[in-house]
Each structure stands twice: as structure tokens, then as C-alpha cells.
């Protein structure tokens, strides 16, 4: 893998791949949001069964951001890959973005299903938790004059909250809360209506899609504008 940590390769491959990332997610994200209003209403929930096809996807998104945070994190401490760095760095606000609408759908599916827009139970408050991780680690980034330092705080901040993310996925197993069990990756396979499952998974795939196509974004933009700022820099120094 330290080939591919290459940033200049990183900016060549991704440079072919993005377009056809782009493409592909734009086609998942319009057939799944058409298959989304084309299902039919829920027995149960009527039509707000449909903000499920974008809070759940969000939620999934929440978790694997921060496992990707994570993971980029470990990396950079301990190989010093200046692309895992990078990579941690603008993970962060997607996946702050993603909990974000994991809440706000999940306030607006909550309230018409359990008669509330919020409840301290254990999967709601740890994906506030979650929430707060992510501007954490933001926080710290920015939080010292050393930027080497704040990366290291940073990255021991996503390592050590990865706890959590186990805690969200088990804890509708381990504590009594407003959520259902899992519905769709179970032993004795999906509970969900076809007519539904479909266009949720499509949804879930495009969502994976969009957070990798913007990061290969952010990325690039991110080096970019490190390889300015060692430019800018020779030539000051040049001039000096």
C-alpha cells in the first residue's frame, strides 16, 4: 500500500478515476431517489417511510466515515503518509455532514412514528457523540500554532473515539432503545419488502459513492493547495 501513497500518483489515478466516479454516483443517487418515491407507503409508517431512504444510508455513511477517519488516522501515525494525513484531514467534514442528516432525519422520522423529535435513548445519544467526534477532531486540528501537533491530537482523538462506533451498530442489541433491531444485514437475511429494500440499498450504495467521489475532491483540492504554499514559499525564499 505505500505505493499508492504516492500523492503524485494519488493525483494521476484519481485524475482518471473521478470522472467515472462522478458519472456513476449522479446515476445511482437519480434512480434511487425515483425508486424512493416510486415505492409504495409503508403498512405501518405510511408515506415517512421514505425519509428512511435517506436517513439510513446517512446513518450507515456516519459509521463508515468515522471507521475511514479512523483507519486514515492510524496511518498517519504511524507511517507518516502525508496522503493519510490529507485523507483524515477531509474526511472529517463529510462525515460531519453525513451525522448531521443522520440526526435531522432522524428528528423528522421520529417524531410521527414515536410521538418525538428527540429521545436520550442509546442509539440517538452516541450518534451525538459521533457528531461531536467529528468537530472534535476538527477542532483540535486547527487548535495549536504547530500544525504537526494538532494532527497528532487529532488522530489519537479519532483513534481512541472509534469506540464508539461498535457501540452505535450493537446498541438496539445491548439496551433497550426506540430503534428497531437490524432489518437488513441479519443472519436470517433482510425482513424488509423488496419494493423497499430495493431502492434503500441503491440509496445506501450511493451514498458510499458520493462520500468517495467528494473526498477524491477534497483530496486533490487539499494538495493542490499544499503544493501552492511550498511554491509560494520557495519563491520567497528565492527572492529573500
Known amino acids: 500500500m505505500h505505493r499508492f501513497a504516492n500523492p503524485a500518483r494519488f493525483m494521476r489515478m484519481s485524475q482518471i478515476v473521478l470522472p467515472w466516479l462522478t458519472v456513476v454516483t449522479t446515476l445511482l443517487l437519480v434512480a434511487g431517489l425515483v425508486l424512493s418515491f416510486v415505492a409504495p407507503?409503508?403498512?405501518?409508517?405510511?408515506?415517512?417511510?421514505?425519509?428512511?431512504?435517506?436517513?439510513?444510508?446517512?446513518?450507515?455513511?456516519a459509521m463508515c466515515a468515522y471507521t475511514s477517519l479512523a483507519a486514515a488516522s492510524a496511518a498517519a501515525l504511524i507511517w507518516r503518509h502525508p496522503l493519510a494525513e490529507i485523507a483524515a484531514e477531509e474526511t472529517?467534514?463529510?462525515?460531519?455532514?453525513?451525522?448531521?442528516?443522520?440526526?435531522?432525519?432522524?428528528?423528522?422520522?421520529?417524531?410521527p412514528m414515536w410521538g418525538t423529535w428527540w429521545a436520550w435513548d442509546a442509539r440517538m445519544t452516541s450518534v451525538l457523540v459521533l457528531f461531536f467526534l467529528y468537530l472534535g477532531y476538527m477542532a483540535l486540528l486547527n487548535a495549536f500554532d504547530d500544525p504537526t501537533r494538532g494532527r497528532r491530537a487529532a488522530a489519537i482523538l479519532a483513534l481512541v473515539g472509534f469506540v464508539n462506533v461498535p457501540i452505535i451498530k450493537f446498541s438496539v442489541d445491548w439496551w433497550n432503545t426506540l430503534h428497531q433491531p437490524a432489518s437488513v444485514?441479519?443472519?436470517?437475511?433482510?425482513?424488509?419488502?423488496?419494493?423497499?429494500?430495493?431502492?434503500?440499498?441503491?440509496?445506501?450504495?450511493?451514498?458510499?459513492?458520493?462520500?468517495?467521489?467528494?473526498?477524491?475532491?477534497?483530496?486533490?483540492?487539499?494538495?493542490?493547495?499544499?503544493?501552492?504554499?511550498?511554491?509560494?514559499?520557495?519563491?520567497?525564499?528565492?527572492?529573500g
Open 41 to 61: 407507503p409503508d403498512y405501518q409508517q405510511g408515506e415517512s417511510v421514505r425519509i428512511m431512504f435517506v436517513h439510513v444510508p446517512a446513518a450507515w455513511m
Open 92 to 111: 472529517a467534514p463529510l462525515g460531519a455532514v453525513f451525522t448531521g442528516l443522520c440526526l435531522v432525519t432522524g428528528s423528522l422520522w421520529g417524531q
Open 185 to 239: 444485514l441479519r443472519v436470517g437475511g433482510p425482513t424488509i419488502d423488496p419494493s423497499i429494500l430495493l431502492p434503500l440499498l441503491i440509496m445506501a450504495v450511493a451514498f458510499t459513492l458520493l462520500f468517495a467521489t467528494l473526498l477524491v475532491v477534497r483530496m486533490r483540492a487539499a494538495l493542490i493547495e499544499r503544493k501552492i504554499r511550498v511554491l509560494d514559499a520557495a519563491a520567497g525564499g528565492a527572492l
